[in-house]
Nanobody, 119 residues
């Protein structure tokens, strides 16, 4: 089992930046990929960014491309999501999840961290 803990959320103004962290513990040797997802009030959870744990591939949702950057530190078993030029529509609870196989679903969700972008 892998446990995930997200942190770094907060209340910011439009145009500000935030960096979210996703700390993994437990069987981190099983991590194949990590992803960030978000869920706004009244909406479905949506994909934001994802990477292979070996760093070979990173993908972004169109809505965040060019503004968000995902990275990871394998030595710390931690993934990051740097969010620049934040917009009110980025307001959501952000979750990280992992894949343990190439075609597996994301799972082992953390508790989420709230990001609120408001003036």
């Amino acid at each position: 089992q892998v446990q995930l803990v997200e942190s770094g959320g907060g209340l910011v103004q439009p145009g500000d930046s935030l960096t979210l962290s996703c700390a993994a513990s437990g069987r981190t040797d099983r991590i194949y990929g990590m992803g960030w997802f978000r869920q706004a009030a009244g909406k479905e959870r949506e994909f934001v960014a994802g990477l292979l744990w070996n760093g070979a591939l990173i993908k972004y949702a169109d809505s965040v491309q060019g503004r968000f950057t995902m990275s990871r530190d394998r030595g710390k078993n931690t993934g990051y999501l740097r969010m620049n030029s934040l917009k009110p529509e980025d307001t959501a609870v952000y979750y990280c999840g992992i894949q343990v196989t190439p075609r597996g679903d994301f799972g082992s969700w953390g508790q989420g961290t709230q990001v609120t972008v408001s003036s």
